[in-house]
């Protein structure tokens, strides 16, 4: 069976060193329709104009570098396969973040939101001499958000944070709600008050572009739900 299908893709492209504004190249090409967005940009970057920009790592979904916006909703370019985003395809950067070059956009301020929830596990007690004891079900309260690659395929679909790039973004709160219902960690109280501030959870809408959008399939609204409901109760349930 024949698999070949003929694809038109626009790519955004903007270099700051020469460019007053952005602009889309058009490129058309012959592929297998199982192949990934990510490939064509390989073999154009390869074989048409080795200036293209983008990020890319692993290509199998796990290090999260190649978030893009194609046809309107953000993927991994290594997991969007052209029998599913159709043959005519547009690929931008992600929105709400500065783009540095073609489809690599600043991800500091991303990052900036995620560091501030204190994402990494706290515990002031004395080191325990054998590891730190957990039931299957606590560790059950939070395997969900552990799965997190820090792609930023979430924040950047979700309009509050297009609206106000101060919004902490539902990949910061997913962040937190990993460690708030960790068992073992003792800073939950904390990371509540970050999240209770101005530009906190209470930023969220409930829209589910989020939640649409990630490549890990976490319920991400779910767990936007689980911290404003701590915050509202006092209680981490
Ligand atoms: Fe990416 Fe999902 Fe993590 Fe958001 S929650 S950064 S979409 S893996
Ligand atoms: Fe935004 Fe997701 Fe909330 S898209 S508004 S963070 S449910
Ligand atoms: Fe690593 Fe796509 S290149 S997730």
Partial sequence: MDDKVKVSLRIF????????KSHFDKFELTVD???RVLDMLEHIKGYFDGSLSFR?????????SDAMRI?????????????????NITVE????????????????????????????????DPEPLQERLQSPEQRERFDDTTKCILCACCTTSCPSFWANDKYVGPAAIV????????????????????LNEQFGVYRCHTIFNCTVACPREIQITEAIGDVKKAIATGKIE
């Fill in 93 to 124: 950067p992600i929105s709400g973040l500065p783009v540095i070059k073609d489809l690599i956009v600043d991800m500091e301020p991303f990052f900036e939101h995620y560091r501030s929830v204190l994402p990494y596990f706290i515990n002031d």
């Fill in 13 to 20: 492209r903007f270099n700051p060193e020469t460019d007053k």
């Fill in 33 to 35: 329709k199982n192949e």
């Fill in 71 to 87: 046809n309107g909703r953000n993927y991994l370019a290594c997991k969007a396969l052209i029998k599913d985003v159709g043959t």
């Fill in 56 to 64: 890319r790592s692993c290509a199998h979904g796990v290090c999260g």
């Fill in 175 to 194: 962040a937190a709600h990993r460690f708030i219902y960790d068992s073992r960690d003792q800073a939950a109280a904390e990371r509540l008050k970050i």
